[in-house]
């Protein structure tokens, strides 16, 4: 007979807790990246923008190649004989509706940063334009507003659909006991040495979350000081972004501790709809012809040249463009890639493979486009227009003194100010309160779909994130803060690689069974 102290110890080594092997590394690599940004800011940042350059002139290739890669495996995810294999039991009902799942899936996934580059973006390329465009021209306007649609649309996603595949597939199938990348990838790694070939990969991926979160804050608090400067009228400084960054974290910290349902979703679903209320009000104070002019020239622009943008290696004139913007980008999505396809999975019981890529990919690049096609229209027609001087606000003052001004401008300019100022608000705090939340999960044992991480995790990295946002936002350098998501990037490709074979040889030894 089995006495009270053993069914004690069992459950006890049921319950959900950390794993050493993969915490200890992935805090310890993280605080020192911190703490050397910290304590020489601007030598960090020129390291990494080193690095990344680097990584650019070497690996562009790579990159590209992997993105339709992606795309394409996703497609035949979905199409192929797989698709319909449900991902839970036969009668298993969906854990979230649709409309709460496709918003926790995009304010988590990329919501904030589309609010950092809304505007901005496509000015950028009005004077940097590609494929040999000349700058400010009738061109340059169109293209300026394509490209922003290309960087945030369906490859990108296929980079956070390609992931979530096979960790739901472990989660809701195999029934694993590990909500980690690692035992996703198990199918592929070679018997000899298999656990350790897991701890090194979930290292990696907890990584690549910590910088692509990084990179998120470290244009968000900025955005946020820049927003606040221009409607109190206090110069924009260090103190004021530091107050951002606290707010912020306590903002994130509270939704993280309440939970996936309590906290991450009832953020996500009052972002939407915020975001759904700023789109409205810029197409009826706004151009609204011309930004439909634009949307429906750019969507012609995309879908005619796909495959040459997405593969454009510029390997003769060698501008930069494409190591600047693309393989950024790309790199941006693919350190998010395994965090994002864990946080997706984790939402997805009930549904297919089916439904969980093509949601992922449709209705994620769905919010994306509708929100930086309008935004950049609107940002391009007064600038086109000589309404406000867009473009030499960017080139004096950056990014986000670009979107502040726009704010100031608009009807009620505080009122506006304030709005945006909410916006960026619960939108970073959602995207980063996510990223804890995986980030916990992947350094944790005995963690099934239904369980969630340690407190005790959720609060430690909550507190590498503050650490490195604080070092990132000191370099003040927006080239310093890209580079870091572009350098946590880079490993996370083959680890990509490594779960789409594995994922490969389960479904087929699913067949048989």
Known sequence: MISTDQHEIAAARDRPAAEPAVLVPSIAIAGLFGAAFLAFPGETGAWAQSLMAGIGANFSWLYLALGMGSLGFCLWLAFGPHGKIKLGGADEPVEFSTPHWVAMMFTAGIGAGTVAWGFGEPLYYLETPPLGIEPYSAAAYEWGHMYPMLHWGVVPWSFYALPAVPIAYNLYVERARFLRIGEASAGALPRFGRSAWKVVIDIFIVLGVVAGAATSLGMGVPLVSAL??????????????????????????????????????????????????????????????????????????????????QLWTDPIEQSGFTEAWTVFYWGWWIAFAAFMGLFIARISRGRTIRQLVLGTILWGSLGTLAYLSITGGFALYLELNDVLPLSEILRESGLYAV???????????????????????????????????????????????????????????????????????????????????????????????????????????????
């Open 403 to 513: 979107t502040a001004t726009i704010a100031a401008n608009m009807p009620f300019g505080g009122v506006s100010l304030a709005f945006f100022i909410v916006l960026c608000i619960v939108f970073y705090a959602t995207t980063m309160d996510s990223a804890a939340f995986v980030a916990a999960c992947v350094c944790s044992k005995n963690l099934r779909a239904s369980h969630e991480p340690q407190l005790s995790m959720r609060i430690a990295w909550i507190a590498v994130l503050f650490l490195i946002t604080v070092g990132v936002t000191l370099s003040d350098s927006l080239t310093a803060v890209q580079s870091i998501t572009v350098i946590g990037s880079l490993p996370v490709i083959p680890i990509l690689i490594v779960m789409s074979v594995s994922l490969v040889r389960r479904l087929k030894a699913h067949r048989t069974r």
């Open 228 to 309: 606040l400067s221009e409607l109190t009228g206090l110069q924009d400084s260090f103190p004021i972004r530091a107050a951002v960054l606290t707010v912020w974290v306590l903002l994130f910290g509270a939704s993280t501790l309440r939970g996936l349902k309590r906290g991450i979703r009832v953020l996500a679903d009052f972002n939407m709809a915020l975001a759904l209320l700023l789109l409205l009000v810029i197409l009826a104070i706004g151009p609204t012809l011309f930004i439909v002019k634009m949307i429906v020239n750019s969507l012609g622009l995309m879908t005619d040249n796909f495959f040459r943008t």
